[in-house]
């Protein structure tokens, strides 16, 4: 199975700052963390490109192979990448490889880690079992897969992104509709999340139907009144924030939800 993109065109914009810092403010100095620049290649290449700040070495993960730590600690909101690979249309093992979409969803190329000499340290990074391991999201800019630290990443933590529910269930991992509420209403992703989708609400908007569906809309207390919707979507699920009540493109009706919904 491949690893499932999502159509994003935001760009997430962050100010570096400690992990116990709170209330992450957004601007146009982005915390990026580019992959290392090398000359090999071999098929040491992979592991040269590897930041500063990270190590590759056995998963936490029983039988997961190799997979990447952070050796310090990372902001929220921190985006690594882009992933490397051969730009291809057929992939003989998916493994490794990357769905990259065009405005219409359809795959536009792959991007194909699966050979360490043309790839980077981004194909070591292992899929999490639960919602509560994720600590990454994947983003597609320009055509470009990078991965974003939906919370603050600590010393001797092992990074992880869901590959997608295709992938995760050859992986025996399987993942239900509340998990991900659960998950996305902790108030750090949420603050992630909201911050990414507000970037460029419009073209979302289409797409937020899911969770609608799945999730009773409930008044946020004391408020009333027309309300923004932002949906933030990855391909595999939806995510749709209120910060007020208006008509939800699924049903047509008026609802309300708050932000933290
Ligand atoms: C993109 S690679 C990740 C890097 C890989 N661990 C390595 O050493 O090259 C994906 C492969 O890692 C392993 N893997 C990743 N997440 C896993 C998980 N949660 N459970 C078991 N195996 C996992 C599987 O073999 C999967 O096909």
């Known amino acids: 199975m491949f690893l499932t993109a999502q159509i994003s065109k935001y760009v997430l ?6 992990c116990d810092g709170r209330g992450l403010a957004f601007s146009k100095d982005m915390f990026i963390v580019n992959n290392a620049e090398t000359n090999l290649t071999d098929d040491n290449r992979s592991l040269a490109t590897l930041p500063a700040g990270l190590s590759i070495r056995p998963s936490e993960i029983p039988e997961a192979g190799y997979g990447v730590f952070a050796e310090r600690s990372f ?3 921190t985006r690594f990448g882009p992933y490397g690979g051969k730009i291809t249309e057929n992939v003989d093992d998916c493994s490794y490889a ?14 194909d880690g699966y050979f360490k000499n043309n790839s980077n340290w981004l194909r070591y990074v292992n899929c999490p079992r639960t919602v509560h391991e994720e ?16 919370e603050c990443i600590t010393a001797g933590t092992e990074l992880l992104i869901w590959y997608g529910p295709d992938y995760g269930e050859d992986l025996g991992l399987q993942r239900k509709p509340e998990d991900y509420q659960e998950r996305f209403n902790e108030e750090d992703i949420r603050y992630v999340i909201e911050n990414t989708i507000m970037e460029n609400v419009h073209q979302l908007y289409a797409h937020c139907y899911k969770f609608f569906n799945q999730t009773p809309l409930i008044n ?8 923004d919707r932002y949906c933030f979507y990855d ?3 939806q995510v749709c924030r209120y910060s007020d009540c208006s008509e939800n493109p699924c049903t047509n009706q008026t609802d309300c939800r708050s932000c933290e919904g």
């Not at 914009?13 to 400690?18: C, D, T």
């Not at 990357?98 to 991007?111: A, F, L, N, P």
């Open 13 to 18: 914009i962050v100010v570096y700052e400690e």
């Open 75 to 77: 902001p929220k909101g």
């Open 98 to 111: 990357w769905t990259v979409v065009s405005g219409d969803r359809t795959v536009k190329h792959y991007v």
């Open 135 to 150: 600590n990454l999201y994947v983003l597609q800019l320009n055509n470009e897969i990078f991965y974003v630290t939906y």
């Open 220 to 227: 946020p207390p004391g408020k009333e009144g027309t309300f």
């Open 235 to 237: 391909g595999s699920y």
